[in-house]
């Protein structure tokens, strides 16, 4: 930052503790940032005054109103009202709407199986698919299909696959610690609580979320993942072109490209493969191939392996747990299992 730049950034009402800290380019207009804080080291890409539209959302470029730690800011972005972010990489126009809070942990592992080198092994997080009582659970991790979580909750007994599984994952992933999250380029967020821990793809939209913790995020222009009000996203890995809208419900899961959950669903430690739908109900502890649909409050699965081109009527209760005072065992389903209105399948069963 040159003087003149420094003295137009106080006269704006902004402030840092070392504004040498604070580095820019040479497109850089201090103009365009107001009444912000920043602290540690930030990068800040060009800066033209220009604004950036998203549908009805129509906002100038710059940094207002917000609080910046430690972050890399792409070129002709739009920051309005964060009130808190720290640790991020920003693509090239990017607008972020009324935030509350951005933050990124010093071991943030984005919904990867895995455990950093200062870590024990209580903090990695397994997907307990299949089974209620546990013994199937799988390690999640980007990319994964559902052929890979088939192969390792079948194969149980061989302990050597079972290694060897949990090597190649951890392989796969660094085991330093201080990543941070990042945003990529024409990314929408606006009027959302909490985003932790995240890598969101280009060009994603989200709005009005509760909250989202240790998740990657796929999207590209031509597969834009959408995430809306009221949803509550913890502990996962989302595939490109996903929309996930209306109240949704979502831990330890992998919810695989091209597919939706709305108005309420509950997708809880279980694995949703492509091209998939589930709304309203509640499904647990399950492992379902791609093309499954599930629709209706009253539905229910749980504890299942569902092979793909499924679908779940109203009122079916598939594996309903706590048929006795404890958790019960699997049902197996191969491709097309169509159970029709009111089915209630207790374990153990195959199909």
């Known amino acids: 930052l040159s003087d003149q730049e420094v003295s137009t950034l106080l006269q704006n009402q902004n402030y840092s503790p070392n504004w040498e800290n604070v580095l820019v380019t040479n497109q850089f207009n201090p103009d365009l940032i107001n009444n912000s804080k920043f602290y540690g080291k930030v990068l800040i890409g060009d800066l033209s005054p220009l604004y950036l539209d998203y549908k009805d959302l129509k906002l100038p470029t710059g940094i207002y109103n917000s609080q910046i730690i430690n972050c890399e800011i792409g070129d002709d972005h739009a920051i309005h009202h964060v009130r808190y972010m720290s640790n991020y990489i920003t693509g090239n126009e990017v607008i972020l709407l009324n935030i509350n809070d951005m933050e990124t942990s010093k071991n943030a592992k984005f919904g990867n199986g895995i455990i950093k080198e200062d870590e024990s092994e209580e903090k990695r997080i397994w997907i307990e698919l299949c089974n209620e009582n546990g013994g199937r659970p799988i390690l999640p991790f980007d990319g994964m299909q559902a052929t890979d979580a088939y192969i390792w909750t079948r194969n149980r007994h061989d302990v050597a696959l079972q290694d060897k599984l949990k090597e190649i994952t951890e392989a796969a992933f660094s085991k330093k610690g201080g990543y941070y999250s990042e945003i ?168």
């Open 184 to 351: 990529g380029n024409q990314v929408v967020i606006k009027n959302s609580n909490m985003i932790n821990d995240v890598i969101i793809g280009d060009h994603a939209y989200i709005k009005g979320v509760n909250k989202l913790k240790n998740v990657t995020i796929h999207s590209t222009e031509t597969a834009i993942t959408q995430i809306g009000e009221g949803c509550e996203i913890v502990n996962g890995i989302i595939g490109y072109g996903c929309r996930i809208f209306y109240g949704v419900k979502a831990v330890r899961f992998i919810l695989s490209s091209f597919s939706q959950l709305k108005y309420g669903a509950r997708l809880i430690n279980s694995f949703l493969g492509d091209n998939s739908t589930i709304s309203c109900c509640e499904v647990l502890n399950s492992l379902l191939f791609p093309a499954h649909e599930q629709h209706h409050n009253n539905s229910f699965l749980c504890a299942a392996l569902i092979m793909g081109q499924s679908n779940m009527a109203a009122g079916a209760t598939i594996g309903s747990n706590h048929n006795s005072r404890s958790a019960d065992g699997e049902i197996i389903a191969n491709r097309g299992f169509w159970p029709g209105l009111c089915v209630s399948l207790k374990h153990n069963s195959k199909f």
